[in-house]
T-cell receptor
């Protein structure tokens, strides 16, 4: 079974630029999550999708972050404009039903904003 | 707000030593999960504990869920350098969304 694919692995941008991350979950997993992990901290949920609908985006900074999951499969997370404090690893995870099943994470995208 | 506190934050030990890391909360969780994260990779699920008082063993790793389902511990016997990593506990949050709330993790380093 293929895992959760994320790209790019690394990205360096200047502040106020925009950036996009891509995620392809495990086939058949209805639930997809984007987490932000700042160095030295645990992952923090940004947004949760169930198929192509948003279930929870309460912690997504909507003035600069956006995400979509077209056709209920792939997902993209965008930041525009980026700030220095957005430097972090952005993790995508998928699950069959939800947290009760446990998550399968991708390797993440390490974003550095300079 | 449900929070998970993990301790210690950092742990550096020699190969062969035993260790225990803790995950505590003031909230009740329906289940807790433990993940290990290696540098440059995403977290990998180790175990899920569901029943209060439950003990699960995974080779040299022993996981325990507190009777009140507010805390959990991970004990590693005879640690090896391959155990090095960030250990994260996660609880299923309240509500129907079923998303996971993570602690800040315990960074373990096992020196040969």
């Amino acid at each position: 079974e293929a895992g959760v694919a994320q790209s790019p692995r690394y990205k360096i941008i200047e502040k106020r630029q925009s950036v996009a991350f891509w995620c392809n979950p495990i086939s058949g997993h209805a639930t997809l999550y984007w987490y932000q992990q700042i160095l030295g901290q645990g992952p923090k949920l940004l947004i949760q999708f169930q198929n192509n609908g948003v279930v929870d985006d309460s912690q997504l900074p909507k003035d600069r972050f956006s995400a979509e999951r077209l056709k209920g499969v792939d997902s993209t997370l965008k930041i525009q404009p980026a700030k220095l404090e957005d430097s972090a690893v952005y993790l995508c995870a998928s699950s069959l039903r939800g947290g009760w099943d446990g998550y399968t994470f991708g390797s993440g995208t390490r974003l550095t904003v300079v | 707000t449900q929070l998970l506190e993990q301790s210690p934050q950092f742990l550096s030990i020699q190969e062969g030593e035993n260790l225990t890391v803790y995950c505590n909360s003031s909230s009740v969780f329906s289940s807790l999960q433990w993940y290990r994260q290696e540098p440059g990779e995403g977290p990998v699920l180790l175990v899920t504990v569901v029943t209060g008082g439950e003990v699960k063993k995974l080779k040299r790793l022993t996981f325990q869920f507190g009777d009140a389902r507010k805390d959990s511990s991970l004990h590693i016997t005879a640690a090896q350098p391959g155990d090095t990593g960030l250990y994260l506990c996660a609880g299923v949050g309240g509500g129907s969304q079923g998303n996971l709330i993570f602690g800040k993790g315990t960074k373990l380093s096992v020196k040969p």
